[in-house]
């Protein structure tokens, strides 16, 4: 795997993306530190699970309870 730096990396993303497109693995470092890779595409992106995932987050935000409620229940 390659290794770059955050700076680097910021300069030449769209070649680093376009390596990434041809099957390299490019590592993004900060401060030395490993903190992220680009990778080539593996799959297909499949929209329906996608739709589904936000769905399912959108049902636990939901479920959330309303801080700014229970801070007025508590001045009754």
Same mark, same amino acid.
């Given at each position: 795997m390659r290794k770059v730096?955050?700076?680097?990396?910021?300069q030449k993303l769209s070649e680093l993306v376009e390596q990434a497109c041809h099957g390299e693995k490019i590592?993004?470092?900060?401060?030395?530190e490993l903190a992220? /890779?680009?990778v080539p595409p593996t799959q297909q992106i499949d929209l329906k699970e996608i739709f589904k995932d936000i769905e399912e987050i959108?049902?636990? /935000?939901?479920r959330r309870v309303n801080v700014k409620e229970l801070l007025e229940e508590g001045r009754t």
């Open positions: 730096g955050l700076f680097e990396a910021k590592g993004i470092t900060r401060r030395g992220a /890779v680009l959108r049902g636990r /935000v939901k």
